[in-house]
């Protein structure tokens, strides 16, 4: 069974950076052929992808996070990051990662708060 995990999350000032993490144990060899998704969830709203990675390491972002979050893998480590650059209080939301081809059961997420 996968255990997805999301860690990095905190309370920044707007203009800072955080780096997330979601680890995938148990995925095998299954996590380097699934795409994989970063996902957030404010107060109120429905869940929405904010940046994807391809098993090519292509990737796209949601028009709210484009130039300012990069999102990465590291298929040995079964890991999927998110690098998020000059945040603002709008990005402030719980945050989650998931498979895109295969989705696995969903983790508890990390919260992220900006405040301004």
């Known amino acids: 069974q996968v255990q997805l995990v999301e860690s990095g999350g905190g309370l920044v000032q707007a203009g800072a950076s955080l780096r997330l993490s979601c680890a995938a144990s148990?995925?095998?060899?299954?996590?380097?052929?699934?795409?994989m998704g970063w996902f957030r969830q404010a107060p109120g709203k429905q869940r929405e992808l904010v940046a994807r990675?391809?098993?090519?390491?292509?990737?796209i972002y949601a028009d709210s996070v484009k130039g300012r979050f990069t999102i990465s893998r590291d298929n040995a480590k079964k890991t999927v990051y998110l690098q998020m650059n000059s945040l603002t209080p709008e990005d402030t939301a719980l945050y989650y990662c998931?498979?895109?081809?295969?989705?696995?059961?969903w983790g508890q997420g990390t919260q992220v708060t900006v405040s301004s």
């Open positions: 998931n498979g895109l081809s295969i989705e696995w059961a």
């Open positions: 148990g995925s095998g060899s299954i996590f380097r052929i699934n795409p």
């Open positions: 990675i391809s098993s090519g390491e292509s990737t």
